[in-house]
């Protein structure tokens, strides 16, 4: 019983911080069709920011915020300058997107060093949580709160607000949108922004369970990839359901099937594409 | 001239080992055998418009099969090389009547989640691959009793290949099936309209794609002598589609240039330069920059440019 | 970005003139200099450990100014990535282009096994980091010697101090699901098993995990302790998430000669004290030329060295052993290699010589965590002298067994 229920919170946990990191992608490539290569870099560079912010004010939530304006501003940078010229030129912007990994990547090497560097996560909530004959460690539960947090923090920008609005349509009905008079440059702009906040954010948020360490970049690519082909491209909810859903089958998958620990989670995916291309909730074909 | 251009250009590759040290003959076959490799992921990318992140599979499939067939079931190269390419574009049938489900970012997706399966597997089932140890103690053929140990003989046979590879493909490409080819990447509803199959089209592609994939992994098998799962990874795959896209999708030099691009920077520049990562990175962010289209078209502009002058 | 070309010495090309017309061959050999090439991981999730590689070695030439057995010396380092066929292609660099004339490393056993054809076809004196066991059990290249160990090596040591001193009977094993994993754990629950004790659970987590969560969550509290066979900062990871879950003082944790290594330690606080670990070298060891050694390496870099420094650190002294047993006369391809493995020599990690098959002999050494001075070091508590690869078995019924790997010994003992 025991095994289940922590099995659960870690599936929880986990989806959680599965949700940070493909939040941005998601709006991105819902909105922009740009596949953004380059998020998982975003991620790492905001882990490692926030290790040097922790180094000066060690305050997790501080090193968030700051890493997380920090990546922004980066790739607002990136968006217009290099990405912005390669509107519909689908093979540049892979070509691209890639190519600014690595160099983030290397650059992450250089100033950082090899070894991976933990984060540490707030003092109050270093002590594990014991619930019963349970202990988990308090962070996650938190970090699940803060993905929770974030979903209905730009459910309500989507959904309540002329901001949103704009996004939505412009998901929905480019040319209309444009049409209609939407400033959708600027509004590109802001959506790149707000998902490489999060990406830098997240990394931050994500420091004290995975650590800031060369490969992260590549390790989370392909995670945000998954979850968003599997909830639905350009769909907040289908992020959200997608996460909790990718998380649950990895953390069960690994104990239950060691075996297929290494293509636990693309089987499924292939499935689901192969017969539902649009993902659960979205909608619009990719 | 264009003409003494070239002839001038492929008597320079064969005199080569004449006077280049082993290490530069053994450099450029390497980029002959990720030329091929590129040529055929560009069928995919470049004339089909199907942007595929698995095509390593190919590779390791190819390579796995001639080493799993030599060494355990005691074929020889004879043997082995057409079963391991039949065997790899069976299932790069059937990887395509699956991955062809879905297209753009889902089909990018598919394509790497199999790879990615295969990728595990070659981890996991060590019985057949032996795991994270790799197969090893391979050999490489010796066509007519030639023997390809030496690098200028290597160099030669993959010489060979190439130009037999990037021939077939150019015809491919030319033939009324190439044409059609490139209307479904251009304008598919338009083909579909006209009467095309355009699904079988595009699988048909997507087959011979991963034929010339397993010829470029039985070549880069024979070379190494060796195959490790790290063959089948995501990086393989990618370094491939960089390839295509910075040399110049679409045109049948650009794999060739981009892989050239590539593998100099990995392999040559990385002795001298610490930070070649980082400067692999820069070179594609400027190809993209000034020659959005790859190096290819980008320097035909130029010199269309230059002669204008 | 820096140019890492690092030619140490340049050939002092006047005397190499005149000697060119006035002295026989072997003679004009004597004054050029000797090119060692270095086979590292600078780049990737290996990079800290590969780094460390180089700069032991680096630290090794310049105490002797460049010079072994009276020759100069010129150190060629490529980084391989971690990639195999990255590394043969590094290698045939360096052999093709740079001449090396002996090779130090590669770190990884894939790499190894996928440059061992071409060492023995280029006849290349190759002193190994990598551990994998084959190449010097069942398929043992005659040109190839290994101054660190087997994968499992320390680990059947530690295996018996288990059972015999700390009493441990039921046990589980954790490792990164690679060959070195493997191999290191097969040779744990062998030697265990052997004496009386129960491996009741293995686990083997991909090497790029992000989280250990979910294997911590199976992970059996009805045992004495359990057995860590990570690599590079894996080990790390894993217990500072042990510590979350609560499991410290519910389950003892020893660790195999990379799982607590000196690189990582320096990020750990008090959570780590009184882990016990076992590998040829501790940065603690007290003879003299790791005395040395130590001190040089912290005040240089700020750090202790670990298992990567010095594995290299090791191999330049096993090379400078053979070297002045050759009277430098590397050229000789044949008498090195015969000089090479019939070395005994003391180095930084005590006494040491090879066997038979070109895997080395010597101590294996206990340690426990403890603070020292106001940082974490790997204190000797305990010491098995002459540890060979076979540990007490006969080496002939060892090899006829199949190498050691994830299902080999079979784990009799699991439980659900």
């Known amino acids: 019983m025991q095994f289940w229920i922590i099995q659960t919170l870690n599936s929880l946990a986990l989806g959680g911080l599965l949700f940070l990191l493909a939040a941005g992608f998601s709006l991105i490539f819902g909105l922009m069709r740009i596949a953004n290569l380059t998020h998982g870099s975003l991620f790492m560079l905001g882990a490692y920011l926030g290790v040097t912010v922790l180094k000066i004010v060690p305050n997790l939530w501080l090193a968030a915020l700051l890493g997380g304006l920090a990546v922004a501003a980066f790739g607002g940078l990136f968006e217009r300058l290099i990405l912005r010229p390669l509107t519909g030129n689908a093979l540049g912007q892979v070509l691209v997107t890639l190519g600014v990994s690595f160099i983030v990547a290397d650059l992450c090497l250089v100033i950082w060093g090899g070894d991976p560097i933990p984060l540490a996560p707030p003092p109050s909530l270093q002590r594990p949580l014991i619930l019963g004959s349970i202990t988990f460690p308090a962070y996650r539960l938190v970090v699940l709160g803060i993905a929770i947090f974030t979903a209905i923090a730009l459910h309500l920008l989507m959904d309540r607000t002329r901001l949103g609005a704009m996004i939505r349509a412009g998901v929905d009905d480019m040319p209309m949108a444009r049409a209609v008079g939407i400033p959708v440059s600027k509004l590109f702009s802001f959506v790149f922004c707000l998902g490489a906040a999060l990406a830098g954010a997240g990394g931050v948020i994500a420091g004290p369970i995975m650590s800031a360490y060369p490969g992260l970049d590549a390790d989370m690519l392909p995670l945000a990839l998954i979850v968003v082909i599997l909830g639905g491209v350009g769909s907040l909810l289908g992020a959200f359901v997608g996460s909790f859903i990718i998380a649950s089958i990895y953390t069960f998958g690994s104990a239950l099937l060691p075996d297929l620990a290494y293509v636990i989670l693309f089987l499924p995916m292939i499935a689901v594409i192969a017969f539902r291309p649009r993902g659960l909730f979205g909608r619009q074909r990719t | ?309 | 970005m820096t140019f890492t070309r690092r030619r140490f010495v340049r050939a002092a090309s006047s005397g190499l003139g005149v000697a060119a017309f006035g002295m026989p061959r072997f003679a004009r050999a004597q004054n050029e200099p000797i090119r060692i090439g270095l086979m590292t991981v600078k780049t990737g999730p290996l990079a800290s450990g590969g780094i460390d590689m180089e700069r032991a070695l680096t630290l090794f030439l310049r105490e002797r100014n460049n010079t072994l057995a009276g020759r100069k010396v010129e150190l060629f380092v490529a980084d391989s990535a971690g990639v195999p066929a990255q590394a043969r292609t590094k290698l045939q660099e360096l052999v093709e282009r740079d001449k090396i004339q002996v090779l130090i490393g590669p770190l990884a056993a894939a790499e190894a096994l996928a440059a061992d054809d071409y060492i023995r076809q280029q006849q290349l004196p190759t002193l190994s980091v990598a551990a994998a066991e084959d190449m010097t059990q069942r398929n043992p290249n005659p040109w190839f010697v290994r101054g660190t160990s087997t994968s499992s090596q320390s680990a059947q040591a530690l295996a018996d101090y288990c059972y015999k001193t700390l009493k441990y009977k039921r046990m589980a094993t954790i490792a990164d699901d690679i060959a070195y994993g493997h191999e290191m754990c097969a040779g744990f629950q062998r030697v265990f098993e052997d004496e009386g004790g129960k491996i009741v659970q293995k686990m083997f987590p991909p090497l790029t995990v992000p989280d250990y969560a979910t294997y911590l969550a199976q992970l059996k509290t009805n045992i004495d302790a359990i057995f860590l066979g990570f690599a590079g900062s894996n080990g790390f990871r894993w217990y500072k998430q042990f510590n979350e879950y609560g499991l410290k003082g519910k389950i003892n944790v020893v660790g195999g000669m990379t799982a607590f290594d000196e690189a990582v330690l320096r990020n750990m606080g008090d959570e780590a004290l009184g882990i016990v670990t076992a590998c040829w070298y501790s940065a603690e060891l007290s003879n003299p030329i790791n005395k040395k050694f130590a001190a040089a390496f912290r005040s240089e870099w700020k750090y202790d060295p670990g298992f990567y420094a010095a594995a290299t650190y090791v191999e330049g002294g096993v090379l400078q052993a053979a070297l002045e047993a050759v009277n430098g006369k590397i050229e000789d391809k044949h008498a090195f290699m015969k000089a090479l493995r019939a070395i005994k020599t003391e180095t930084a990690r005590g006494p040491v010589s090879f066997d038979l098959y070109g895997n080395i002999v010597g101590n294996v050494y206990i340690r426990k965590i403890e603070r020292k001075e106001g940082r974490l070091v790997n204190t000797v508590i305990y010491i098995y002298p002459d540890v060979s690869q076979f540990w007490v078995y006969d080496e002939k019924e060892f090899l006829k067994n199949p190498v050691y790997s994830r299902d080999w010994p079979p784990a009799k003992n699991l439980e659900p």
Request: without cysteine.
């Open chain 2, 1 to 309: 001239m264009k003409r003494f251009a070239w002839t001038l250009f492929v008597l320079m590759l064969v005199a080569f080992p004449l006077f280049a040290g082993d290490f530069y003959v053994n450099l450029a076959s390497q980029i002959f055998i990720a030329a091929v490799f590129a040529a055929s992921l560009n069928l995919l990318v470049g004339y089909g418009g199907l942007v595929s992140l698995g095509h390593a599979a190919w590779v390791g499939l190819a390579a796995y099969t001639s080493a799993w067939l030599y060494l355990r079931m005691g074929l020889g190269h004879a043997a082995a090389a057409p079963l391991a390419l039949l065997l790899t574009t069976v299932i790069a049938g059937i990887f395509g009547w699956i991955a062809l489900h879905a297209s753009g970012l889902g089909f990018l997706m598919i394509t790497l989640a199999l790879s990615q399966v295969l990728w595990g597997t070659a981890y996991r089932w060590s019985s057949v691959t032996n795991g994270d140890n790799g197969l090893s103690g391979l050999t490489r053929p010796a066509p007519f009793g030639l023997s390809l140990d030496k690098p200028a003989a290597f160099y030669y046979f993959a010489l060979l290949v190439v130009i037999v590879a990037l021939w077939l493909i150019a015809k491919f490409v030319a033939s009324p099936f190439g044409a059609a080819l490139r209307g479904t990447r251009d304008e598919p509803r338009r083909m579909a309209a006209l009467g095309h199959d355009v699904w079988r089209v595009r699988w048909i592609t997507f087959v011979y794609s991963g034929f010339w994939g397993a010829v470029a992994g039985l070549l880069f098998v024979y070379y190494h002598k060796y195959i490790h799962p790290t063959t089948l990874s995501l990086t393989v795959s990618a370094e491939a589609l960089l390839s295509v896209i910075a040399g110049g999708a679409g045109t049948l030099a650009g794999p060739v240039v981009g892989a050239a691009i590539v593998l100099t920077l990995k392999n040559y520049v990385s002795a001298y330069l610490e930070r070649w990562n980082m400067l692999l990175g820069l070179v594609f962010v400027l190809i993209v920059i000034f020659m959005p289209d790859g190096v290819v078209p980008g320097v035909r502009r130029w010199w269309a440019r230059l002669g204008r002058k």
